[in-house]
């Protein structure tokens, strides 16, 4: 069962453009999402997180959205830049309760920004 | 400042084995995560380990168990490898345990034969 979904397995745009990656989540106790840069032979770098009492987080050229009735949510880079190509997880998590610490990954989005 | 160290980088492993693997904390980290990572897919969630315990698990096996150290280093083992088990393992530590703000190793590739 898969609880975070990323539709999209690449994205390619246009240096300068902007590029949105999206998630969707089934289960509801999600309540603290994080995106995720992943480099070839690197481990996942933290980006930027949003917890379910916002609907928008920003951080530089990085805002995530979040639409907690259609338990959606998106990354969007602006503007886009070569360096930023790499693969993109969205990451989800019930921040109290007994599971805490366990995050749980969708399945990646290679987002490719050409020159 | 070191990040998350993890050894080895890469290994090969024959059906049946068994097999350790170590990651060293990032500095002023207490807890430790596993994740495993297979070919095309996200990272799944193994289990979680502070104050030398076990304090999260995902749905794997009892064949993957884990340590927590006193300097926080923990290791990750495998018994009765299978071919599945081929896959990125990842170790991750944070600050504490309700931290989120993983720092992730680079991993260690198994390949089983």
């Known amino acids: 069962d898969q609880q975070v979904k990323q539709n999209s397995p690449s994205l390619s745009v246009q240096e300068g453009r902007i590029s949105i990656l999206n998630c969707d989540y089934t289960?509801?106790?999600?309540?603290?999402f994080l995106w995720y840069k992943k480099y070839p032979a690197e481990g996942p770098t933290f980006l930027i997180s949003?917890?379910?009492?916002?609907d928008k987080n920003e951080d530089g050229r990085f805002t995530v959205f979040l639409n907690k009735s259609a338990k959606h949510l998106s990354l969007h880079i602006v503007p886009s830049q070569p360096g930023d190509s790499a693969v993109y997880f969205c990451a989800a998590t019930i921040a109290g309760g007994t599971s805490y610490g366990k995050l749980t990954f969708g399945q990646g989005t290679i987002l490719t920004v050409h020159p | 400042d070191a990040g998350v160290t993890q050894s080895p980088t890469h290994l090969i492993k024959t059906r049946g084995q068994q097999v350790t693997l170590r990651c060293s904390p990032k500095?002023?980290?207490?807890?430790v995560s596993w994740y495993q990572q297979a070919l095309g897919q996200g990272p799944q969630f193994i289990f979680q380990?502070?104050?030398?315990?076990?304090?999260q698990r995902g749905n794997f096996p009892d064949r993957f168990s884990g340590h927590q150290f006193p300097n926080y280093s923990s290791e990750l083992n495998v018994n009765a490898l299978l071919l599945g088990d081929s896959a990125l393992y990842l170790c991750a530590s944070s600050l504490n345990l309700r931290n989120y703000g993983y720092t992730f190793g680079s991993g260690t590739r198994l390949t089983v034969v």
């Open positions: 949003i917890s379910s009492i916002k």
């Open positions: 380990y502070y104050e030398e315990e076990e304090r």
């Open positions: 289960n509801s106790m999600f309540d603290y």
């Open positions: 500095s002023g980290h207490d807890t």
